[in-house]
């Protein structure tokens, strides 16, 4: 999800795929005592972006 997301064209998912790299480092940062909790986090990010790309095409 992460890759086709990151090769989208739409300037929106573009920019929240930037915002998404940002909070991944975060996530990294401040979860990092559970790795459970990092990729739950990052995968909760995606499927927003992923949410958001998909409401942009329908519009």
């Known amino acids: ?3 086709r ?3 989208s064209q ?3 998912v573009q920019h929240l795929m930037q915002l998404y ?3 991944a480092a975060r996530f990294q940062q ?3 005592a559970c790795p459970g909790d ?3 986090a990052r995968a909760g990010a995606l499927m ?3 949410a958001a790309a998909q409401a ?3 519009t």
């Open 56 to 58: 942009q095409r329908a």
């Open 1 to 3: 999800m992460q890759a």
């Open 21 to 23: 790299g940002s909070l």
């Open 5 to 7: 997301l990151s090769g």
């Open 48 to 50: 927003l972006v992923q």
């Open 10 to 12: 739409e300037p929106t």
């Open 30 to 32: 401040d979860l990092a």
């Open 38 to 40: 990092v990729l739950l």
